[in-house]
């Protein structure tokens, strides 16, 4: 099943918005996202909708093959974005790259 919403931590919401953050990196439960379709987006914390996104595609991807690459499209360096990683999904090795753009 095809999703049409996706949530972000609220402290992401300023680099979505300026174009700096192109990727999400999410576990298999969020991997069902449609190349070309557009998803609502809104705040973890509070569910408020801040813009839409098109998605551009989703590729599975290990922990441990994570690079500066993926880092530069979150906006943060290689070790912050595998803390991040860690804190949300602990020992989780396989992931999924969900590329977007911001369109409005």
């Not at 979505?16 to 298999?28: A, M, N």
């Not at 996104?53 to 690079?67: C, D, G, P, R």
Request: with cysteine; aromatic share 12%.
């Amino acid at each position: 099943m095809s999703q049409s919403e996706i949530t972000f931590f609220q402290r992401f919401e300023a680099d979505i918005l300026l174009g700096k953050k192109t990727i999400t990196i999410r576990d298999e439960s969020e991997k069902d996202y449609v190349p070309n379709s557009v998803v609502q987006v809104s705040t973890y914390e509070e569910g408020r909708w801040f813009c839409e996104l098109k998605i551009q595609s989703v590729n599975a991807i290990k922990f441990s093959e994570l690079s500066d690459f993926h880092a530069t499209q979150e906006n943060m360096t290689l070790s912050e974005l595998k803390d991040i990683i860690q804190d949300i999904y602990p020992n989780i090795e396989k992931l999924y790259v969900i590329s977007y753009e911001f369109i409005g």
